[in-house]
């Protein structure tokens, strides 16, 4: 018995989305967990300085990335499903 050749690519997409974000979580929380809270860089704003550190910046860097990767992705794939021809 085969896959059919849309489930099969669904199925494949599925898992790379989810491995996406295993790793961006994976290495979210090792970055939060080895750069200290007190190492990062200072704006200035209306009401004061705003210390932001480079363990949050880390952490919300690499979920962006793998927002954005998934994002690409599905893109792709639904590009991939709206040029191609009929199937029968």
């Known amino acids: 018995m085969t896959i059919p050749e849309p489930i ?3 199925v494949q997409l599925a898992f790379r989305i989810a491995f996406v974000w295993a790793g961006g979580f994976l290495l ?3 970055v939060r967990a080895l750069l200290p809270d007190q190492v990062g860089f200072t704006v200035a704003g209306k009401q004061g300085p705003l210390f932001i550190p480079f363990s949050r910046v880390g952490f919300w860097t690499c979920l962006w990335a793998a927002v954005t990767v998934t ?3 599905v893109v792709r794939a639904m590009m991939g499903d ?3 021809g009929p199937t029968r």
């Open 28 to 30: 979210a929380v090792a």
């Open 71 to 73: 994002v690409l992705v």
């Open 82 to 84: 709206i040029t191609s």
């Open 8 to 10: 099969a690519q669904t």
